[in-house]
């Protein structure tokens, strides 16, 4: 099974900041890979596929980059709605598989 | 307006049995891979199985392969759970989503619970 492994595990920012997660694959995925984001008590809601394409309705400061073995989320300017957790998941190959999580939190 | 509706959830004595549900509307299910994600409390998200619109493939996470069923009813547009041999470690909330690939619809998901 392909690994997925994020980092930072946590992050602590302030609305206004530009933020990184970064998402490692244990072997190459191409670009497969999708970002989503989830709230307590919620369900995940998509954000990027295709390692860089924007879903429907996702604002425009989210974007996505990488492939191979080596991915990024990017938020350009941190808003108050997107302190969350943010998953990254492979679909190269089965099982797909997720990365464990990336906490952002308000600094 | 798709809508994703589980249910079935419940609590289960280990190594008992369950079946979960997931009601679809808003898009012609028949044609749409379908695929359960679960959370445990507290943790992240873990991929558990998926299947083709015709039904004809499957596949499943290699911490339920051979427990679980995964199926659907593309007449009544519904994709089901059979969960067997239930354990502990199998207590999440079970989401239902589209696709096989990027989710891009999920459901509100369906709690659970496997203790004694």
Redesign the interface.
Known sequence: ?IQMTQSPSTLSASVGDRVTITCRASQSIGG?L?W?Q?KPG?????LI??ASSL?SGVPSRFSGSGSGTEFTLTISSLQPDDFATY?C?Q?NS????????TKVEIK | EVQLLESGGGLVQPGGSLRVSCVVSGFTFNNYPM?W?RQAPGK????VS?ISGSGITT????SVRGRFTISRDNSRSTLYLQMNSLRAEDTAVY?CATG?????Y????TLVTVSS
């Open positions: 099974d497969w999708a989503y989830q919620k369900a995940p809601n998509l596929y295709k879903d998953y998941q679909y089965n099982p797909r598989t997720f990365g464990q999580g | 695929s994600v992240g998200l873990e991929w998926g596949n499943y996470g290699d989401f096989w690939n990027a989710h891009d999920w459901g509100q998901g």
